[in-house]
């Protein structure tokens, strides 16, 4: 039976973490989150903006808005101000 070596696993890790395709999935997997954060940033400033701009006014939906809206915690709007 062959034992493998330290040096053996040491090369065995970096020729399996060299692989191409894994490197391109990674970077891709990489890109595609910073556009995401970029994305959900841009919409949070975007919220805040116009909720200035609606002042102290409540919001009102319909009931179709209120269907394509995802069902929230009561304290939404609390918890986001705390971050």
Not at 49 to 54: A, I, N, S, T
Not at 59 to 78: K, S, T
Request: aromatic share 10%; charged share 35%.
């Amino acid at each position: 039976m062959h034992c493998l070596r330290s040096d053996d696993n040491v090369f065995f890790l970096m020729t399996k973490s060299l692989d191409p395709f894994r490197f391109l999935l990674m970077a891709v997997a990489g890109w595609m989150n910073q556009q995401q954060l970029k994305l959900i940033d841009y919409l949070r400033e975007e919220n805040r903006v116009l909720r200035e701009q609606l002042g102290e006014r409540r919001l009102r939906f319909n009931d179709d808005q209120r269907r394509r809206l995802p069902p929230g915690p009561r304290n939404w709007e609390a918890r986001l101000s705390e971050k």
